[in-house]
């Protein structure tokens, strides 16, 4: 007797574990059957699931095989979760009623709340041998001793290394080292491309898809609404308008139905890999009880919502639905796309040697400390966050040496104008104290707080706050900032390029030549980086990251973050500001009129008194009414 023949005599689907209750029948879930024998069959070294949500394959893979090997076959088993809460979970809400509606398993394993050294949450034990309930994120949870039967639920959860340790998976497997016919199954929905476990072991299986013959050619394919052909082009099958699916060998095309009927078991594993010592399956949502009507739907919505950048939803069709790894596109913008982008702002003139494009409300500056050198970079910005790139250079010399700080000191008293004569200087400053040079830093900063310079550090992670003071700094005023939002966020106002909220400009010179040091050096750091989505080491779970290939340098993209960076600190409700601001229109307006410039001491006070600067004191700032 194999475990499918087992399910249909004896297990019963209580309303704990969701979906049809009752006694089990095969016909119901017809694709997990073939992996429920495959797992008693001694031939096979190990049996892999890679299946959507909710399509039984927790229930058939891994209780109904616990049921069987208690009640037939008793011996060690470890049934495994990604974490020891979700291993109590499935123990008290599915493993113990299961046990409880099943006579013959309840003579074997108490289910009474009684605790004892055999009956536990997490190890029950049973004439022959006992199950114990293991998380995947303790060690010593997977190393607790020798078993037989491995049972892994939704590996994909689990951590590549535990606790530097290496892959939980290997972790349990090893565990089964030394007995003579071990039994080990894997089960999990895949998630991201190159990161998934169920992929790594399914890519090492026989690599059986259920499919379902043509009427026409008599060749099995699998349901899925697109394929990537030899070419790696990607091939419409299903036709969401006539809901007909299209034979990838000859074309014909068939309702749901059609195809299903014309298997007897409701469809057949086709194996991609045959020969493999592990049998590996494959089965998505397109044969489960969801209508396909209500997948398309699904799929429309998520696919209307990547199209305006949120790639969430989508992603999450891809894994639960599809069964399929989700295989982002790294984030990267095109540099010389930017380049073609260049406009001509305001020519300088003999008194102002800087002029502003109108639209800029507030200047701000990011700098990038180098053991060479410092990069700064000064950035215009405008309602709704659009920004003009004002002026990108290098000075050249050890930030040990004070003449480097005095030539960046110079560009702080630099005034920028408009046409008309107004004018507005630097109001904020953000450099980075990260590197060796974080004392000249910070003393620099503290010598000119009452100007807007804020020592910061850069800091990782897509929850992280934009402004947030470090508590733990030996350093009285420093600031973590949140880099990888402000990327995301430049990234996705670079990529669109259109007007309104976001945009960004770039100068060029008159006859089309670089100016302001803004040229192909600059926009190639400016896109070095690129976005790919990745998985934590300890946890598995999967997370965004910036990287930075080998070779490349990004001091354009950091100074910019700094830039945008520099702006919170003006106030908290910086967007209110700067609308404010550009209802004003300051270069639109004459050079005498009464209303005074938007630099003025008198606004930049009343912002101090909202606002105080980083390591300031509010009477400094009130009494003297300092411009910055």
């Not at 090997?69 to 299961?98: H, N, Q, W």
Request: charged letters at 25%.
């Amino acid at each position: 007797m194999d475990i499918a023949e087992w399910s249909e005599l004896y297990r019963i689907v209580t309303s704990e574990e969701g979906g049809v209750t009752g006694p089990w029948h095969n016909d119901r879930v017809p694709y997990m059957v073939e992996p429920m024998r495959a797992i008693t069959d001694p031939r096979s070294r190990r049996v892999v699931v890679m299946s959507g949500t909710q399509m039984g394959k927790t229930m058939a893979c891994i209780l109904n095989a616990a049921g069987y090997y208690i009640m037939l076959d008793p011996c060690a088993i470890m049934l495994a979760e990604p974490t020891v809460e979700l291993a109590r979970t499935l123990s008290g809400k599915r493993f113990v009623p299961m046990i409880a509606e099943i006579p013959e398993l309840r003579e074997k394993i108490s289910v009474e709340k009684a605790r004892s050294s055999g009956n536990t949450i997490l190890e029950k034990s049973f004439p022959g041998g006992y199950i114990v309930f293991a998380g995947a994120n303790s060690a010593a949870s997977l190393k607790s001793r020798p078993i037989r039967v491995l049972l892994c639920d939704e590996v994909d959860e689990w951590p590549r290394d535990l606790e530097g340790q290496g892959s939980a998976i290997e972790l349990a497997i090893a565990r089964t080292d030394g007995q003579p016919d071990p039994v080990i199954v894997i089960v999990s929905t895949p998630t991201i491309k190159n990161h998934s476990n169920i992929e790594d072991e399914y890519t090492e299986s026989t690599q059986e898809r259920w499919s379902h013959t043509c009427p026409s050619c008599g060749v099995p394919s699998q349901h899925r609404p697109s394929y990537k052909d030899a070419d790696g082009q990607r091939q419409t099958l299903i036709d969401f308008a006539t809901l007909k699916r299209k034979c990838p060998n000859c074309d014909e095309e068939y309702t749901r139905r059609e195809w299903d009927r014309t298997d007897p078991g409701g469809g057949l594993y086709v194996a991609d890999n045959p020969g493999h010592q592990t049998r590996g399956f494959h089965v998505n949502s397109w044969d489960s009880h969801l209508t396909w009507p209500y997948l398309i739907d699904q799929f429309r919505k998520a696919n209307a919502l990547a199209k305006r950048g949120d790639t969430s939803k989508l992603k999450t069709f891809i894994n639960t639905k599809n069964a399929e790894t989700w295989e982002a596109e790294a984030e990267i913008v095109s540099s010389h796309s930017l380049e073609r982008r260049r406009e001509m702002y305001p020519q300088p003139s003999e008194d102002n040697a800087y002029i502003l494009p109108d639209g800029v409300c507030a200047i701000t500056m990011g700098v990038d400390t180098q053991d060479t050198r410092l990069a700064y970079q000064v950035v215009g910005w405008g309602a709704g966050f659009e920004s003009w790139a004002l002026e990108y250079h290098e000075i050249w010399g050890s930030p040990a040496q004070g003449s480097v700080w005095n030539e960046l000191d110079a560009v702080f008293r630099r005034q920028w104008g408009f046409k008309n004569g107004r004018r507005l200087k630097i109001a904020r400053t953000c450099i980075d104290t990260g590197g060796h040079f974080g004392t000249q830093v910070h003393t620099f900063c503290r010598a000119r707080v009452n100007r807007g310079c804020v020592p910061i550090q850069g800091r990782g992670g897509d929850k992280v706050p934009i402004t947030e003071r470090a508590k733990r700094s030996k350093e009285r005023g420093l600031y973590l900032i949140g880099v990888d939002g402000l990327k995301t966020n430049l990234y996705q106002y670079l990529r669109d390029g259109k007007p309104g909220d976001g945009q960004t400009h770039f100068p060029v010179g008159e006859n089309g030549e670089d100016t302001h040091g803004i040229g192909a050096d600059y926009f190639d750091m400016l896109t070095a980086e690129k976005r790919i989505l990745s998985r934590e080491a300890k946890t598995g779970k999967p997370v965004y990251i910036w990287e930075l290939p080998e070779g490349k340098q990004n001091e354009a993209l950091d100074t910019w973050v700094y830039a945008r960076a520099a702006l919170q600190f003006i106030t908290p409700r910086i967007g209110e500001y700067l609308s404010r601001l550009t209802a004003q229109a300051a270069w639109a307006k004459s050079p005498n009129d009464d209303e005074p410039a938007i630099d003025t001491p008198r606004v930049q006070v009343a912002l101090a008194q909202r606002k105080p600067l980083p390591g300031s004191r509010n009477a400094v700032l009130a009494g003297r009414g300092i411009q910055f």
